[in-house]
């Protein structure tokens, strides 16, 4: 059972991540997690509150079932799924130079 103040929190997530710069944010700050499963989770909060999963699976041309399936804790979305999924949250996906390592030779 959720206490009031884990649902005050997941009400005032829900509305801070249908904000572009928000969604954009706590999509980068999960990415920066090694453990994958921070960025699927993620990525359900962010459909979550962006349509919910049916719409948003439906917007991204999955079937609902393949939308959860993919970001499931043990998902592992192909790289197309994931951009169509990115692209009805209006984000995308980008590489960006790694600043922490020497350049591989």
Do not use: C, F, W
Request: charged share 30%; proline share 3%.
């Amino acid at each position: 059972m959720r206490t009031r103040k884990t649902a005050d929190y997941h009400q005032e997530l829900m509305k801070a991540l249908q904000d572009p710069k928000e969604k954009a944010a706590y999509i980068n700050a999960a990415l920066e997690d090694a453990d994958k499963r921070v960025l699927l989770k993620a990525l359900r909060n962010v459909a979550e509150a962006n349509g919910g999963m049916s719409r948003v699976a439906t917007r991204a041309k999955l079937s609902r079932e393949s939308l959860y399936r993919m970001l499931s804790e043990k998902g592992n979305p192909e790289l197309s799924s994931l951009e169509r999924l990115l692209s009805v949250l209006n984000l995308e996906l980008r590489v960006i130079p790694h600043t922490h390592h020497a350049h591989a030779r």
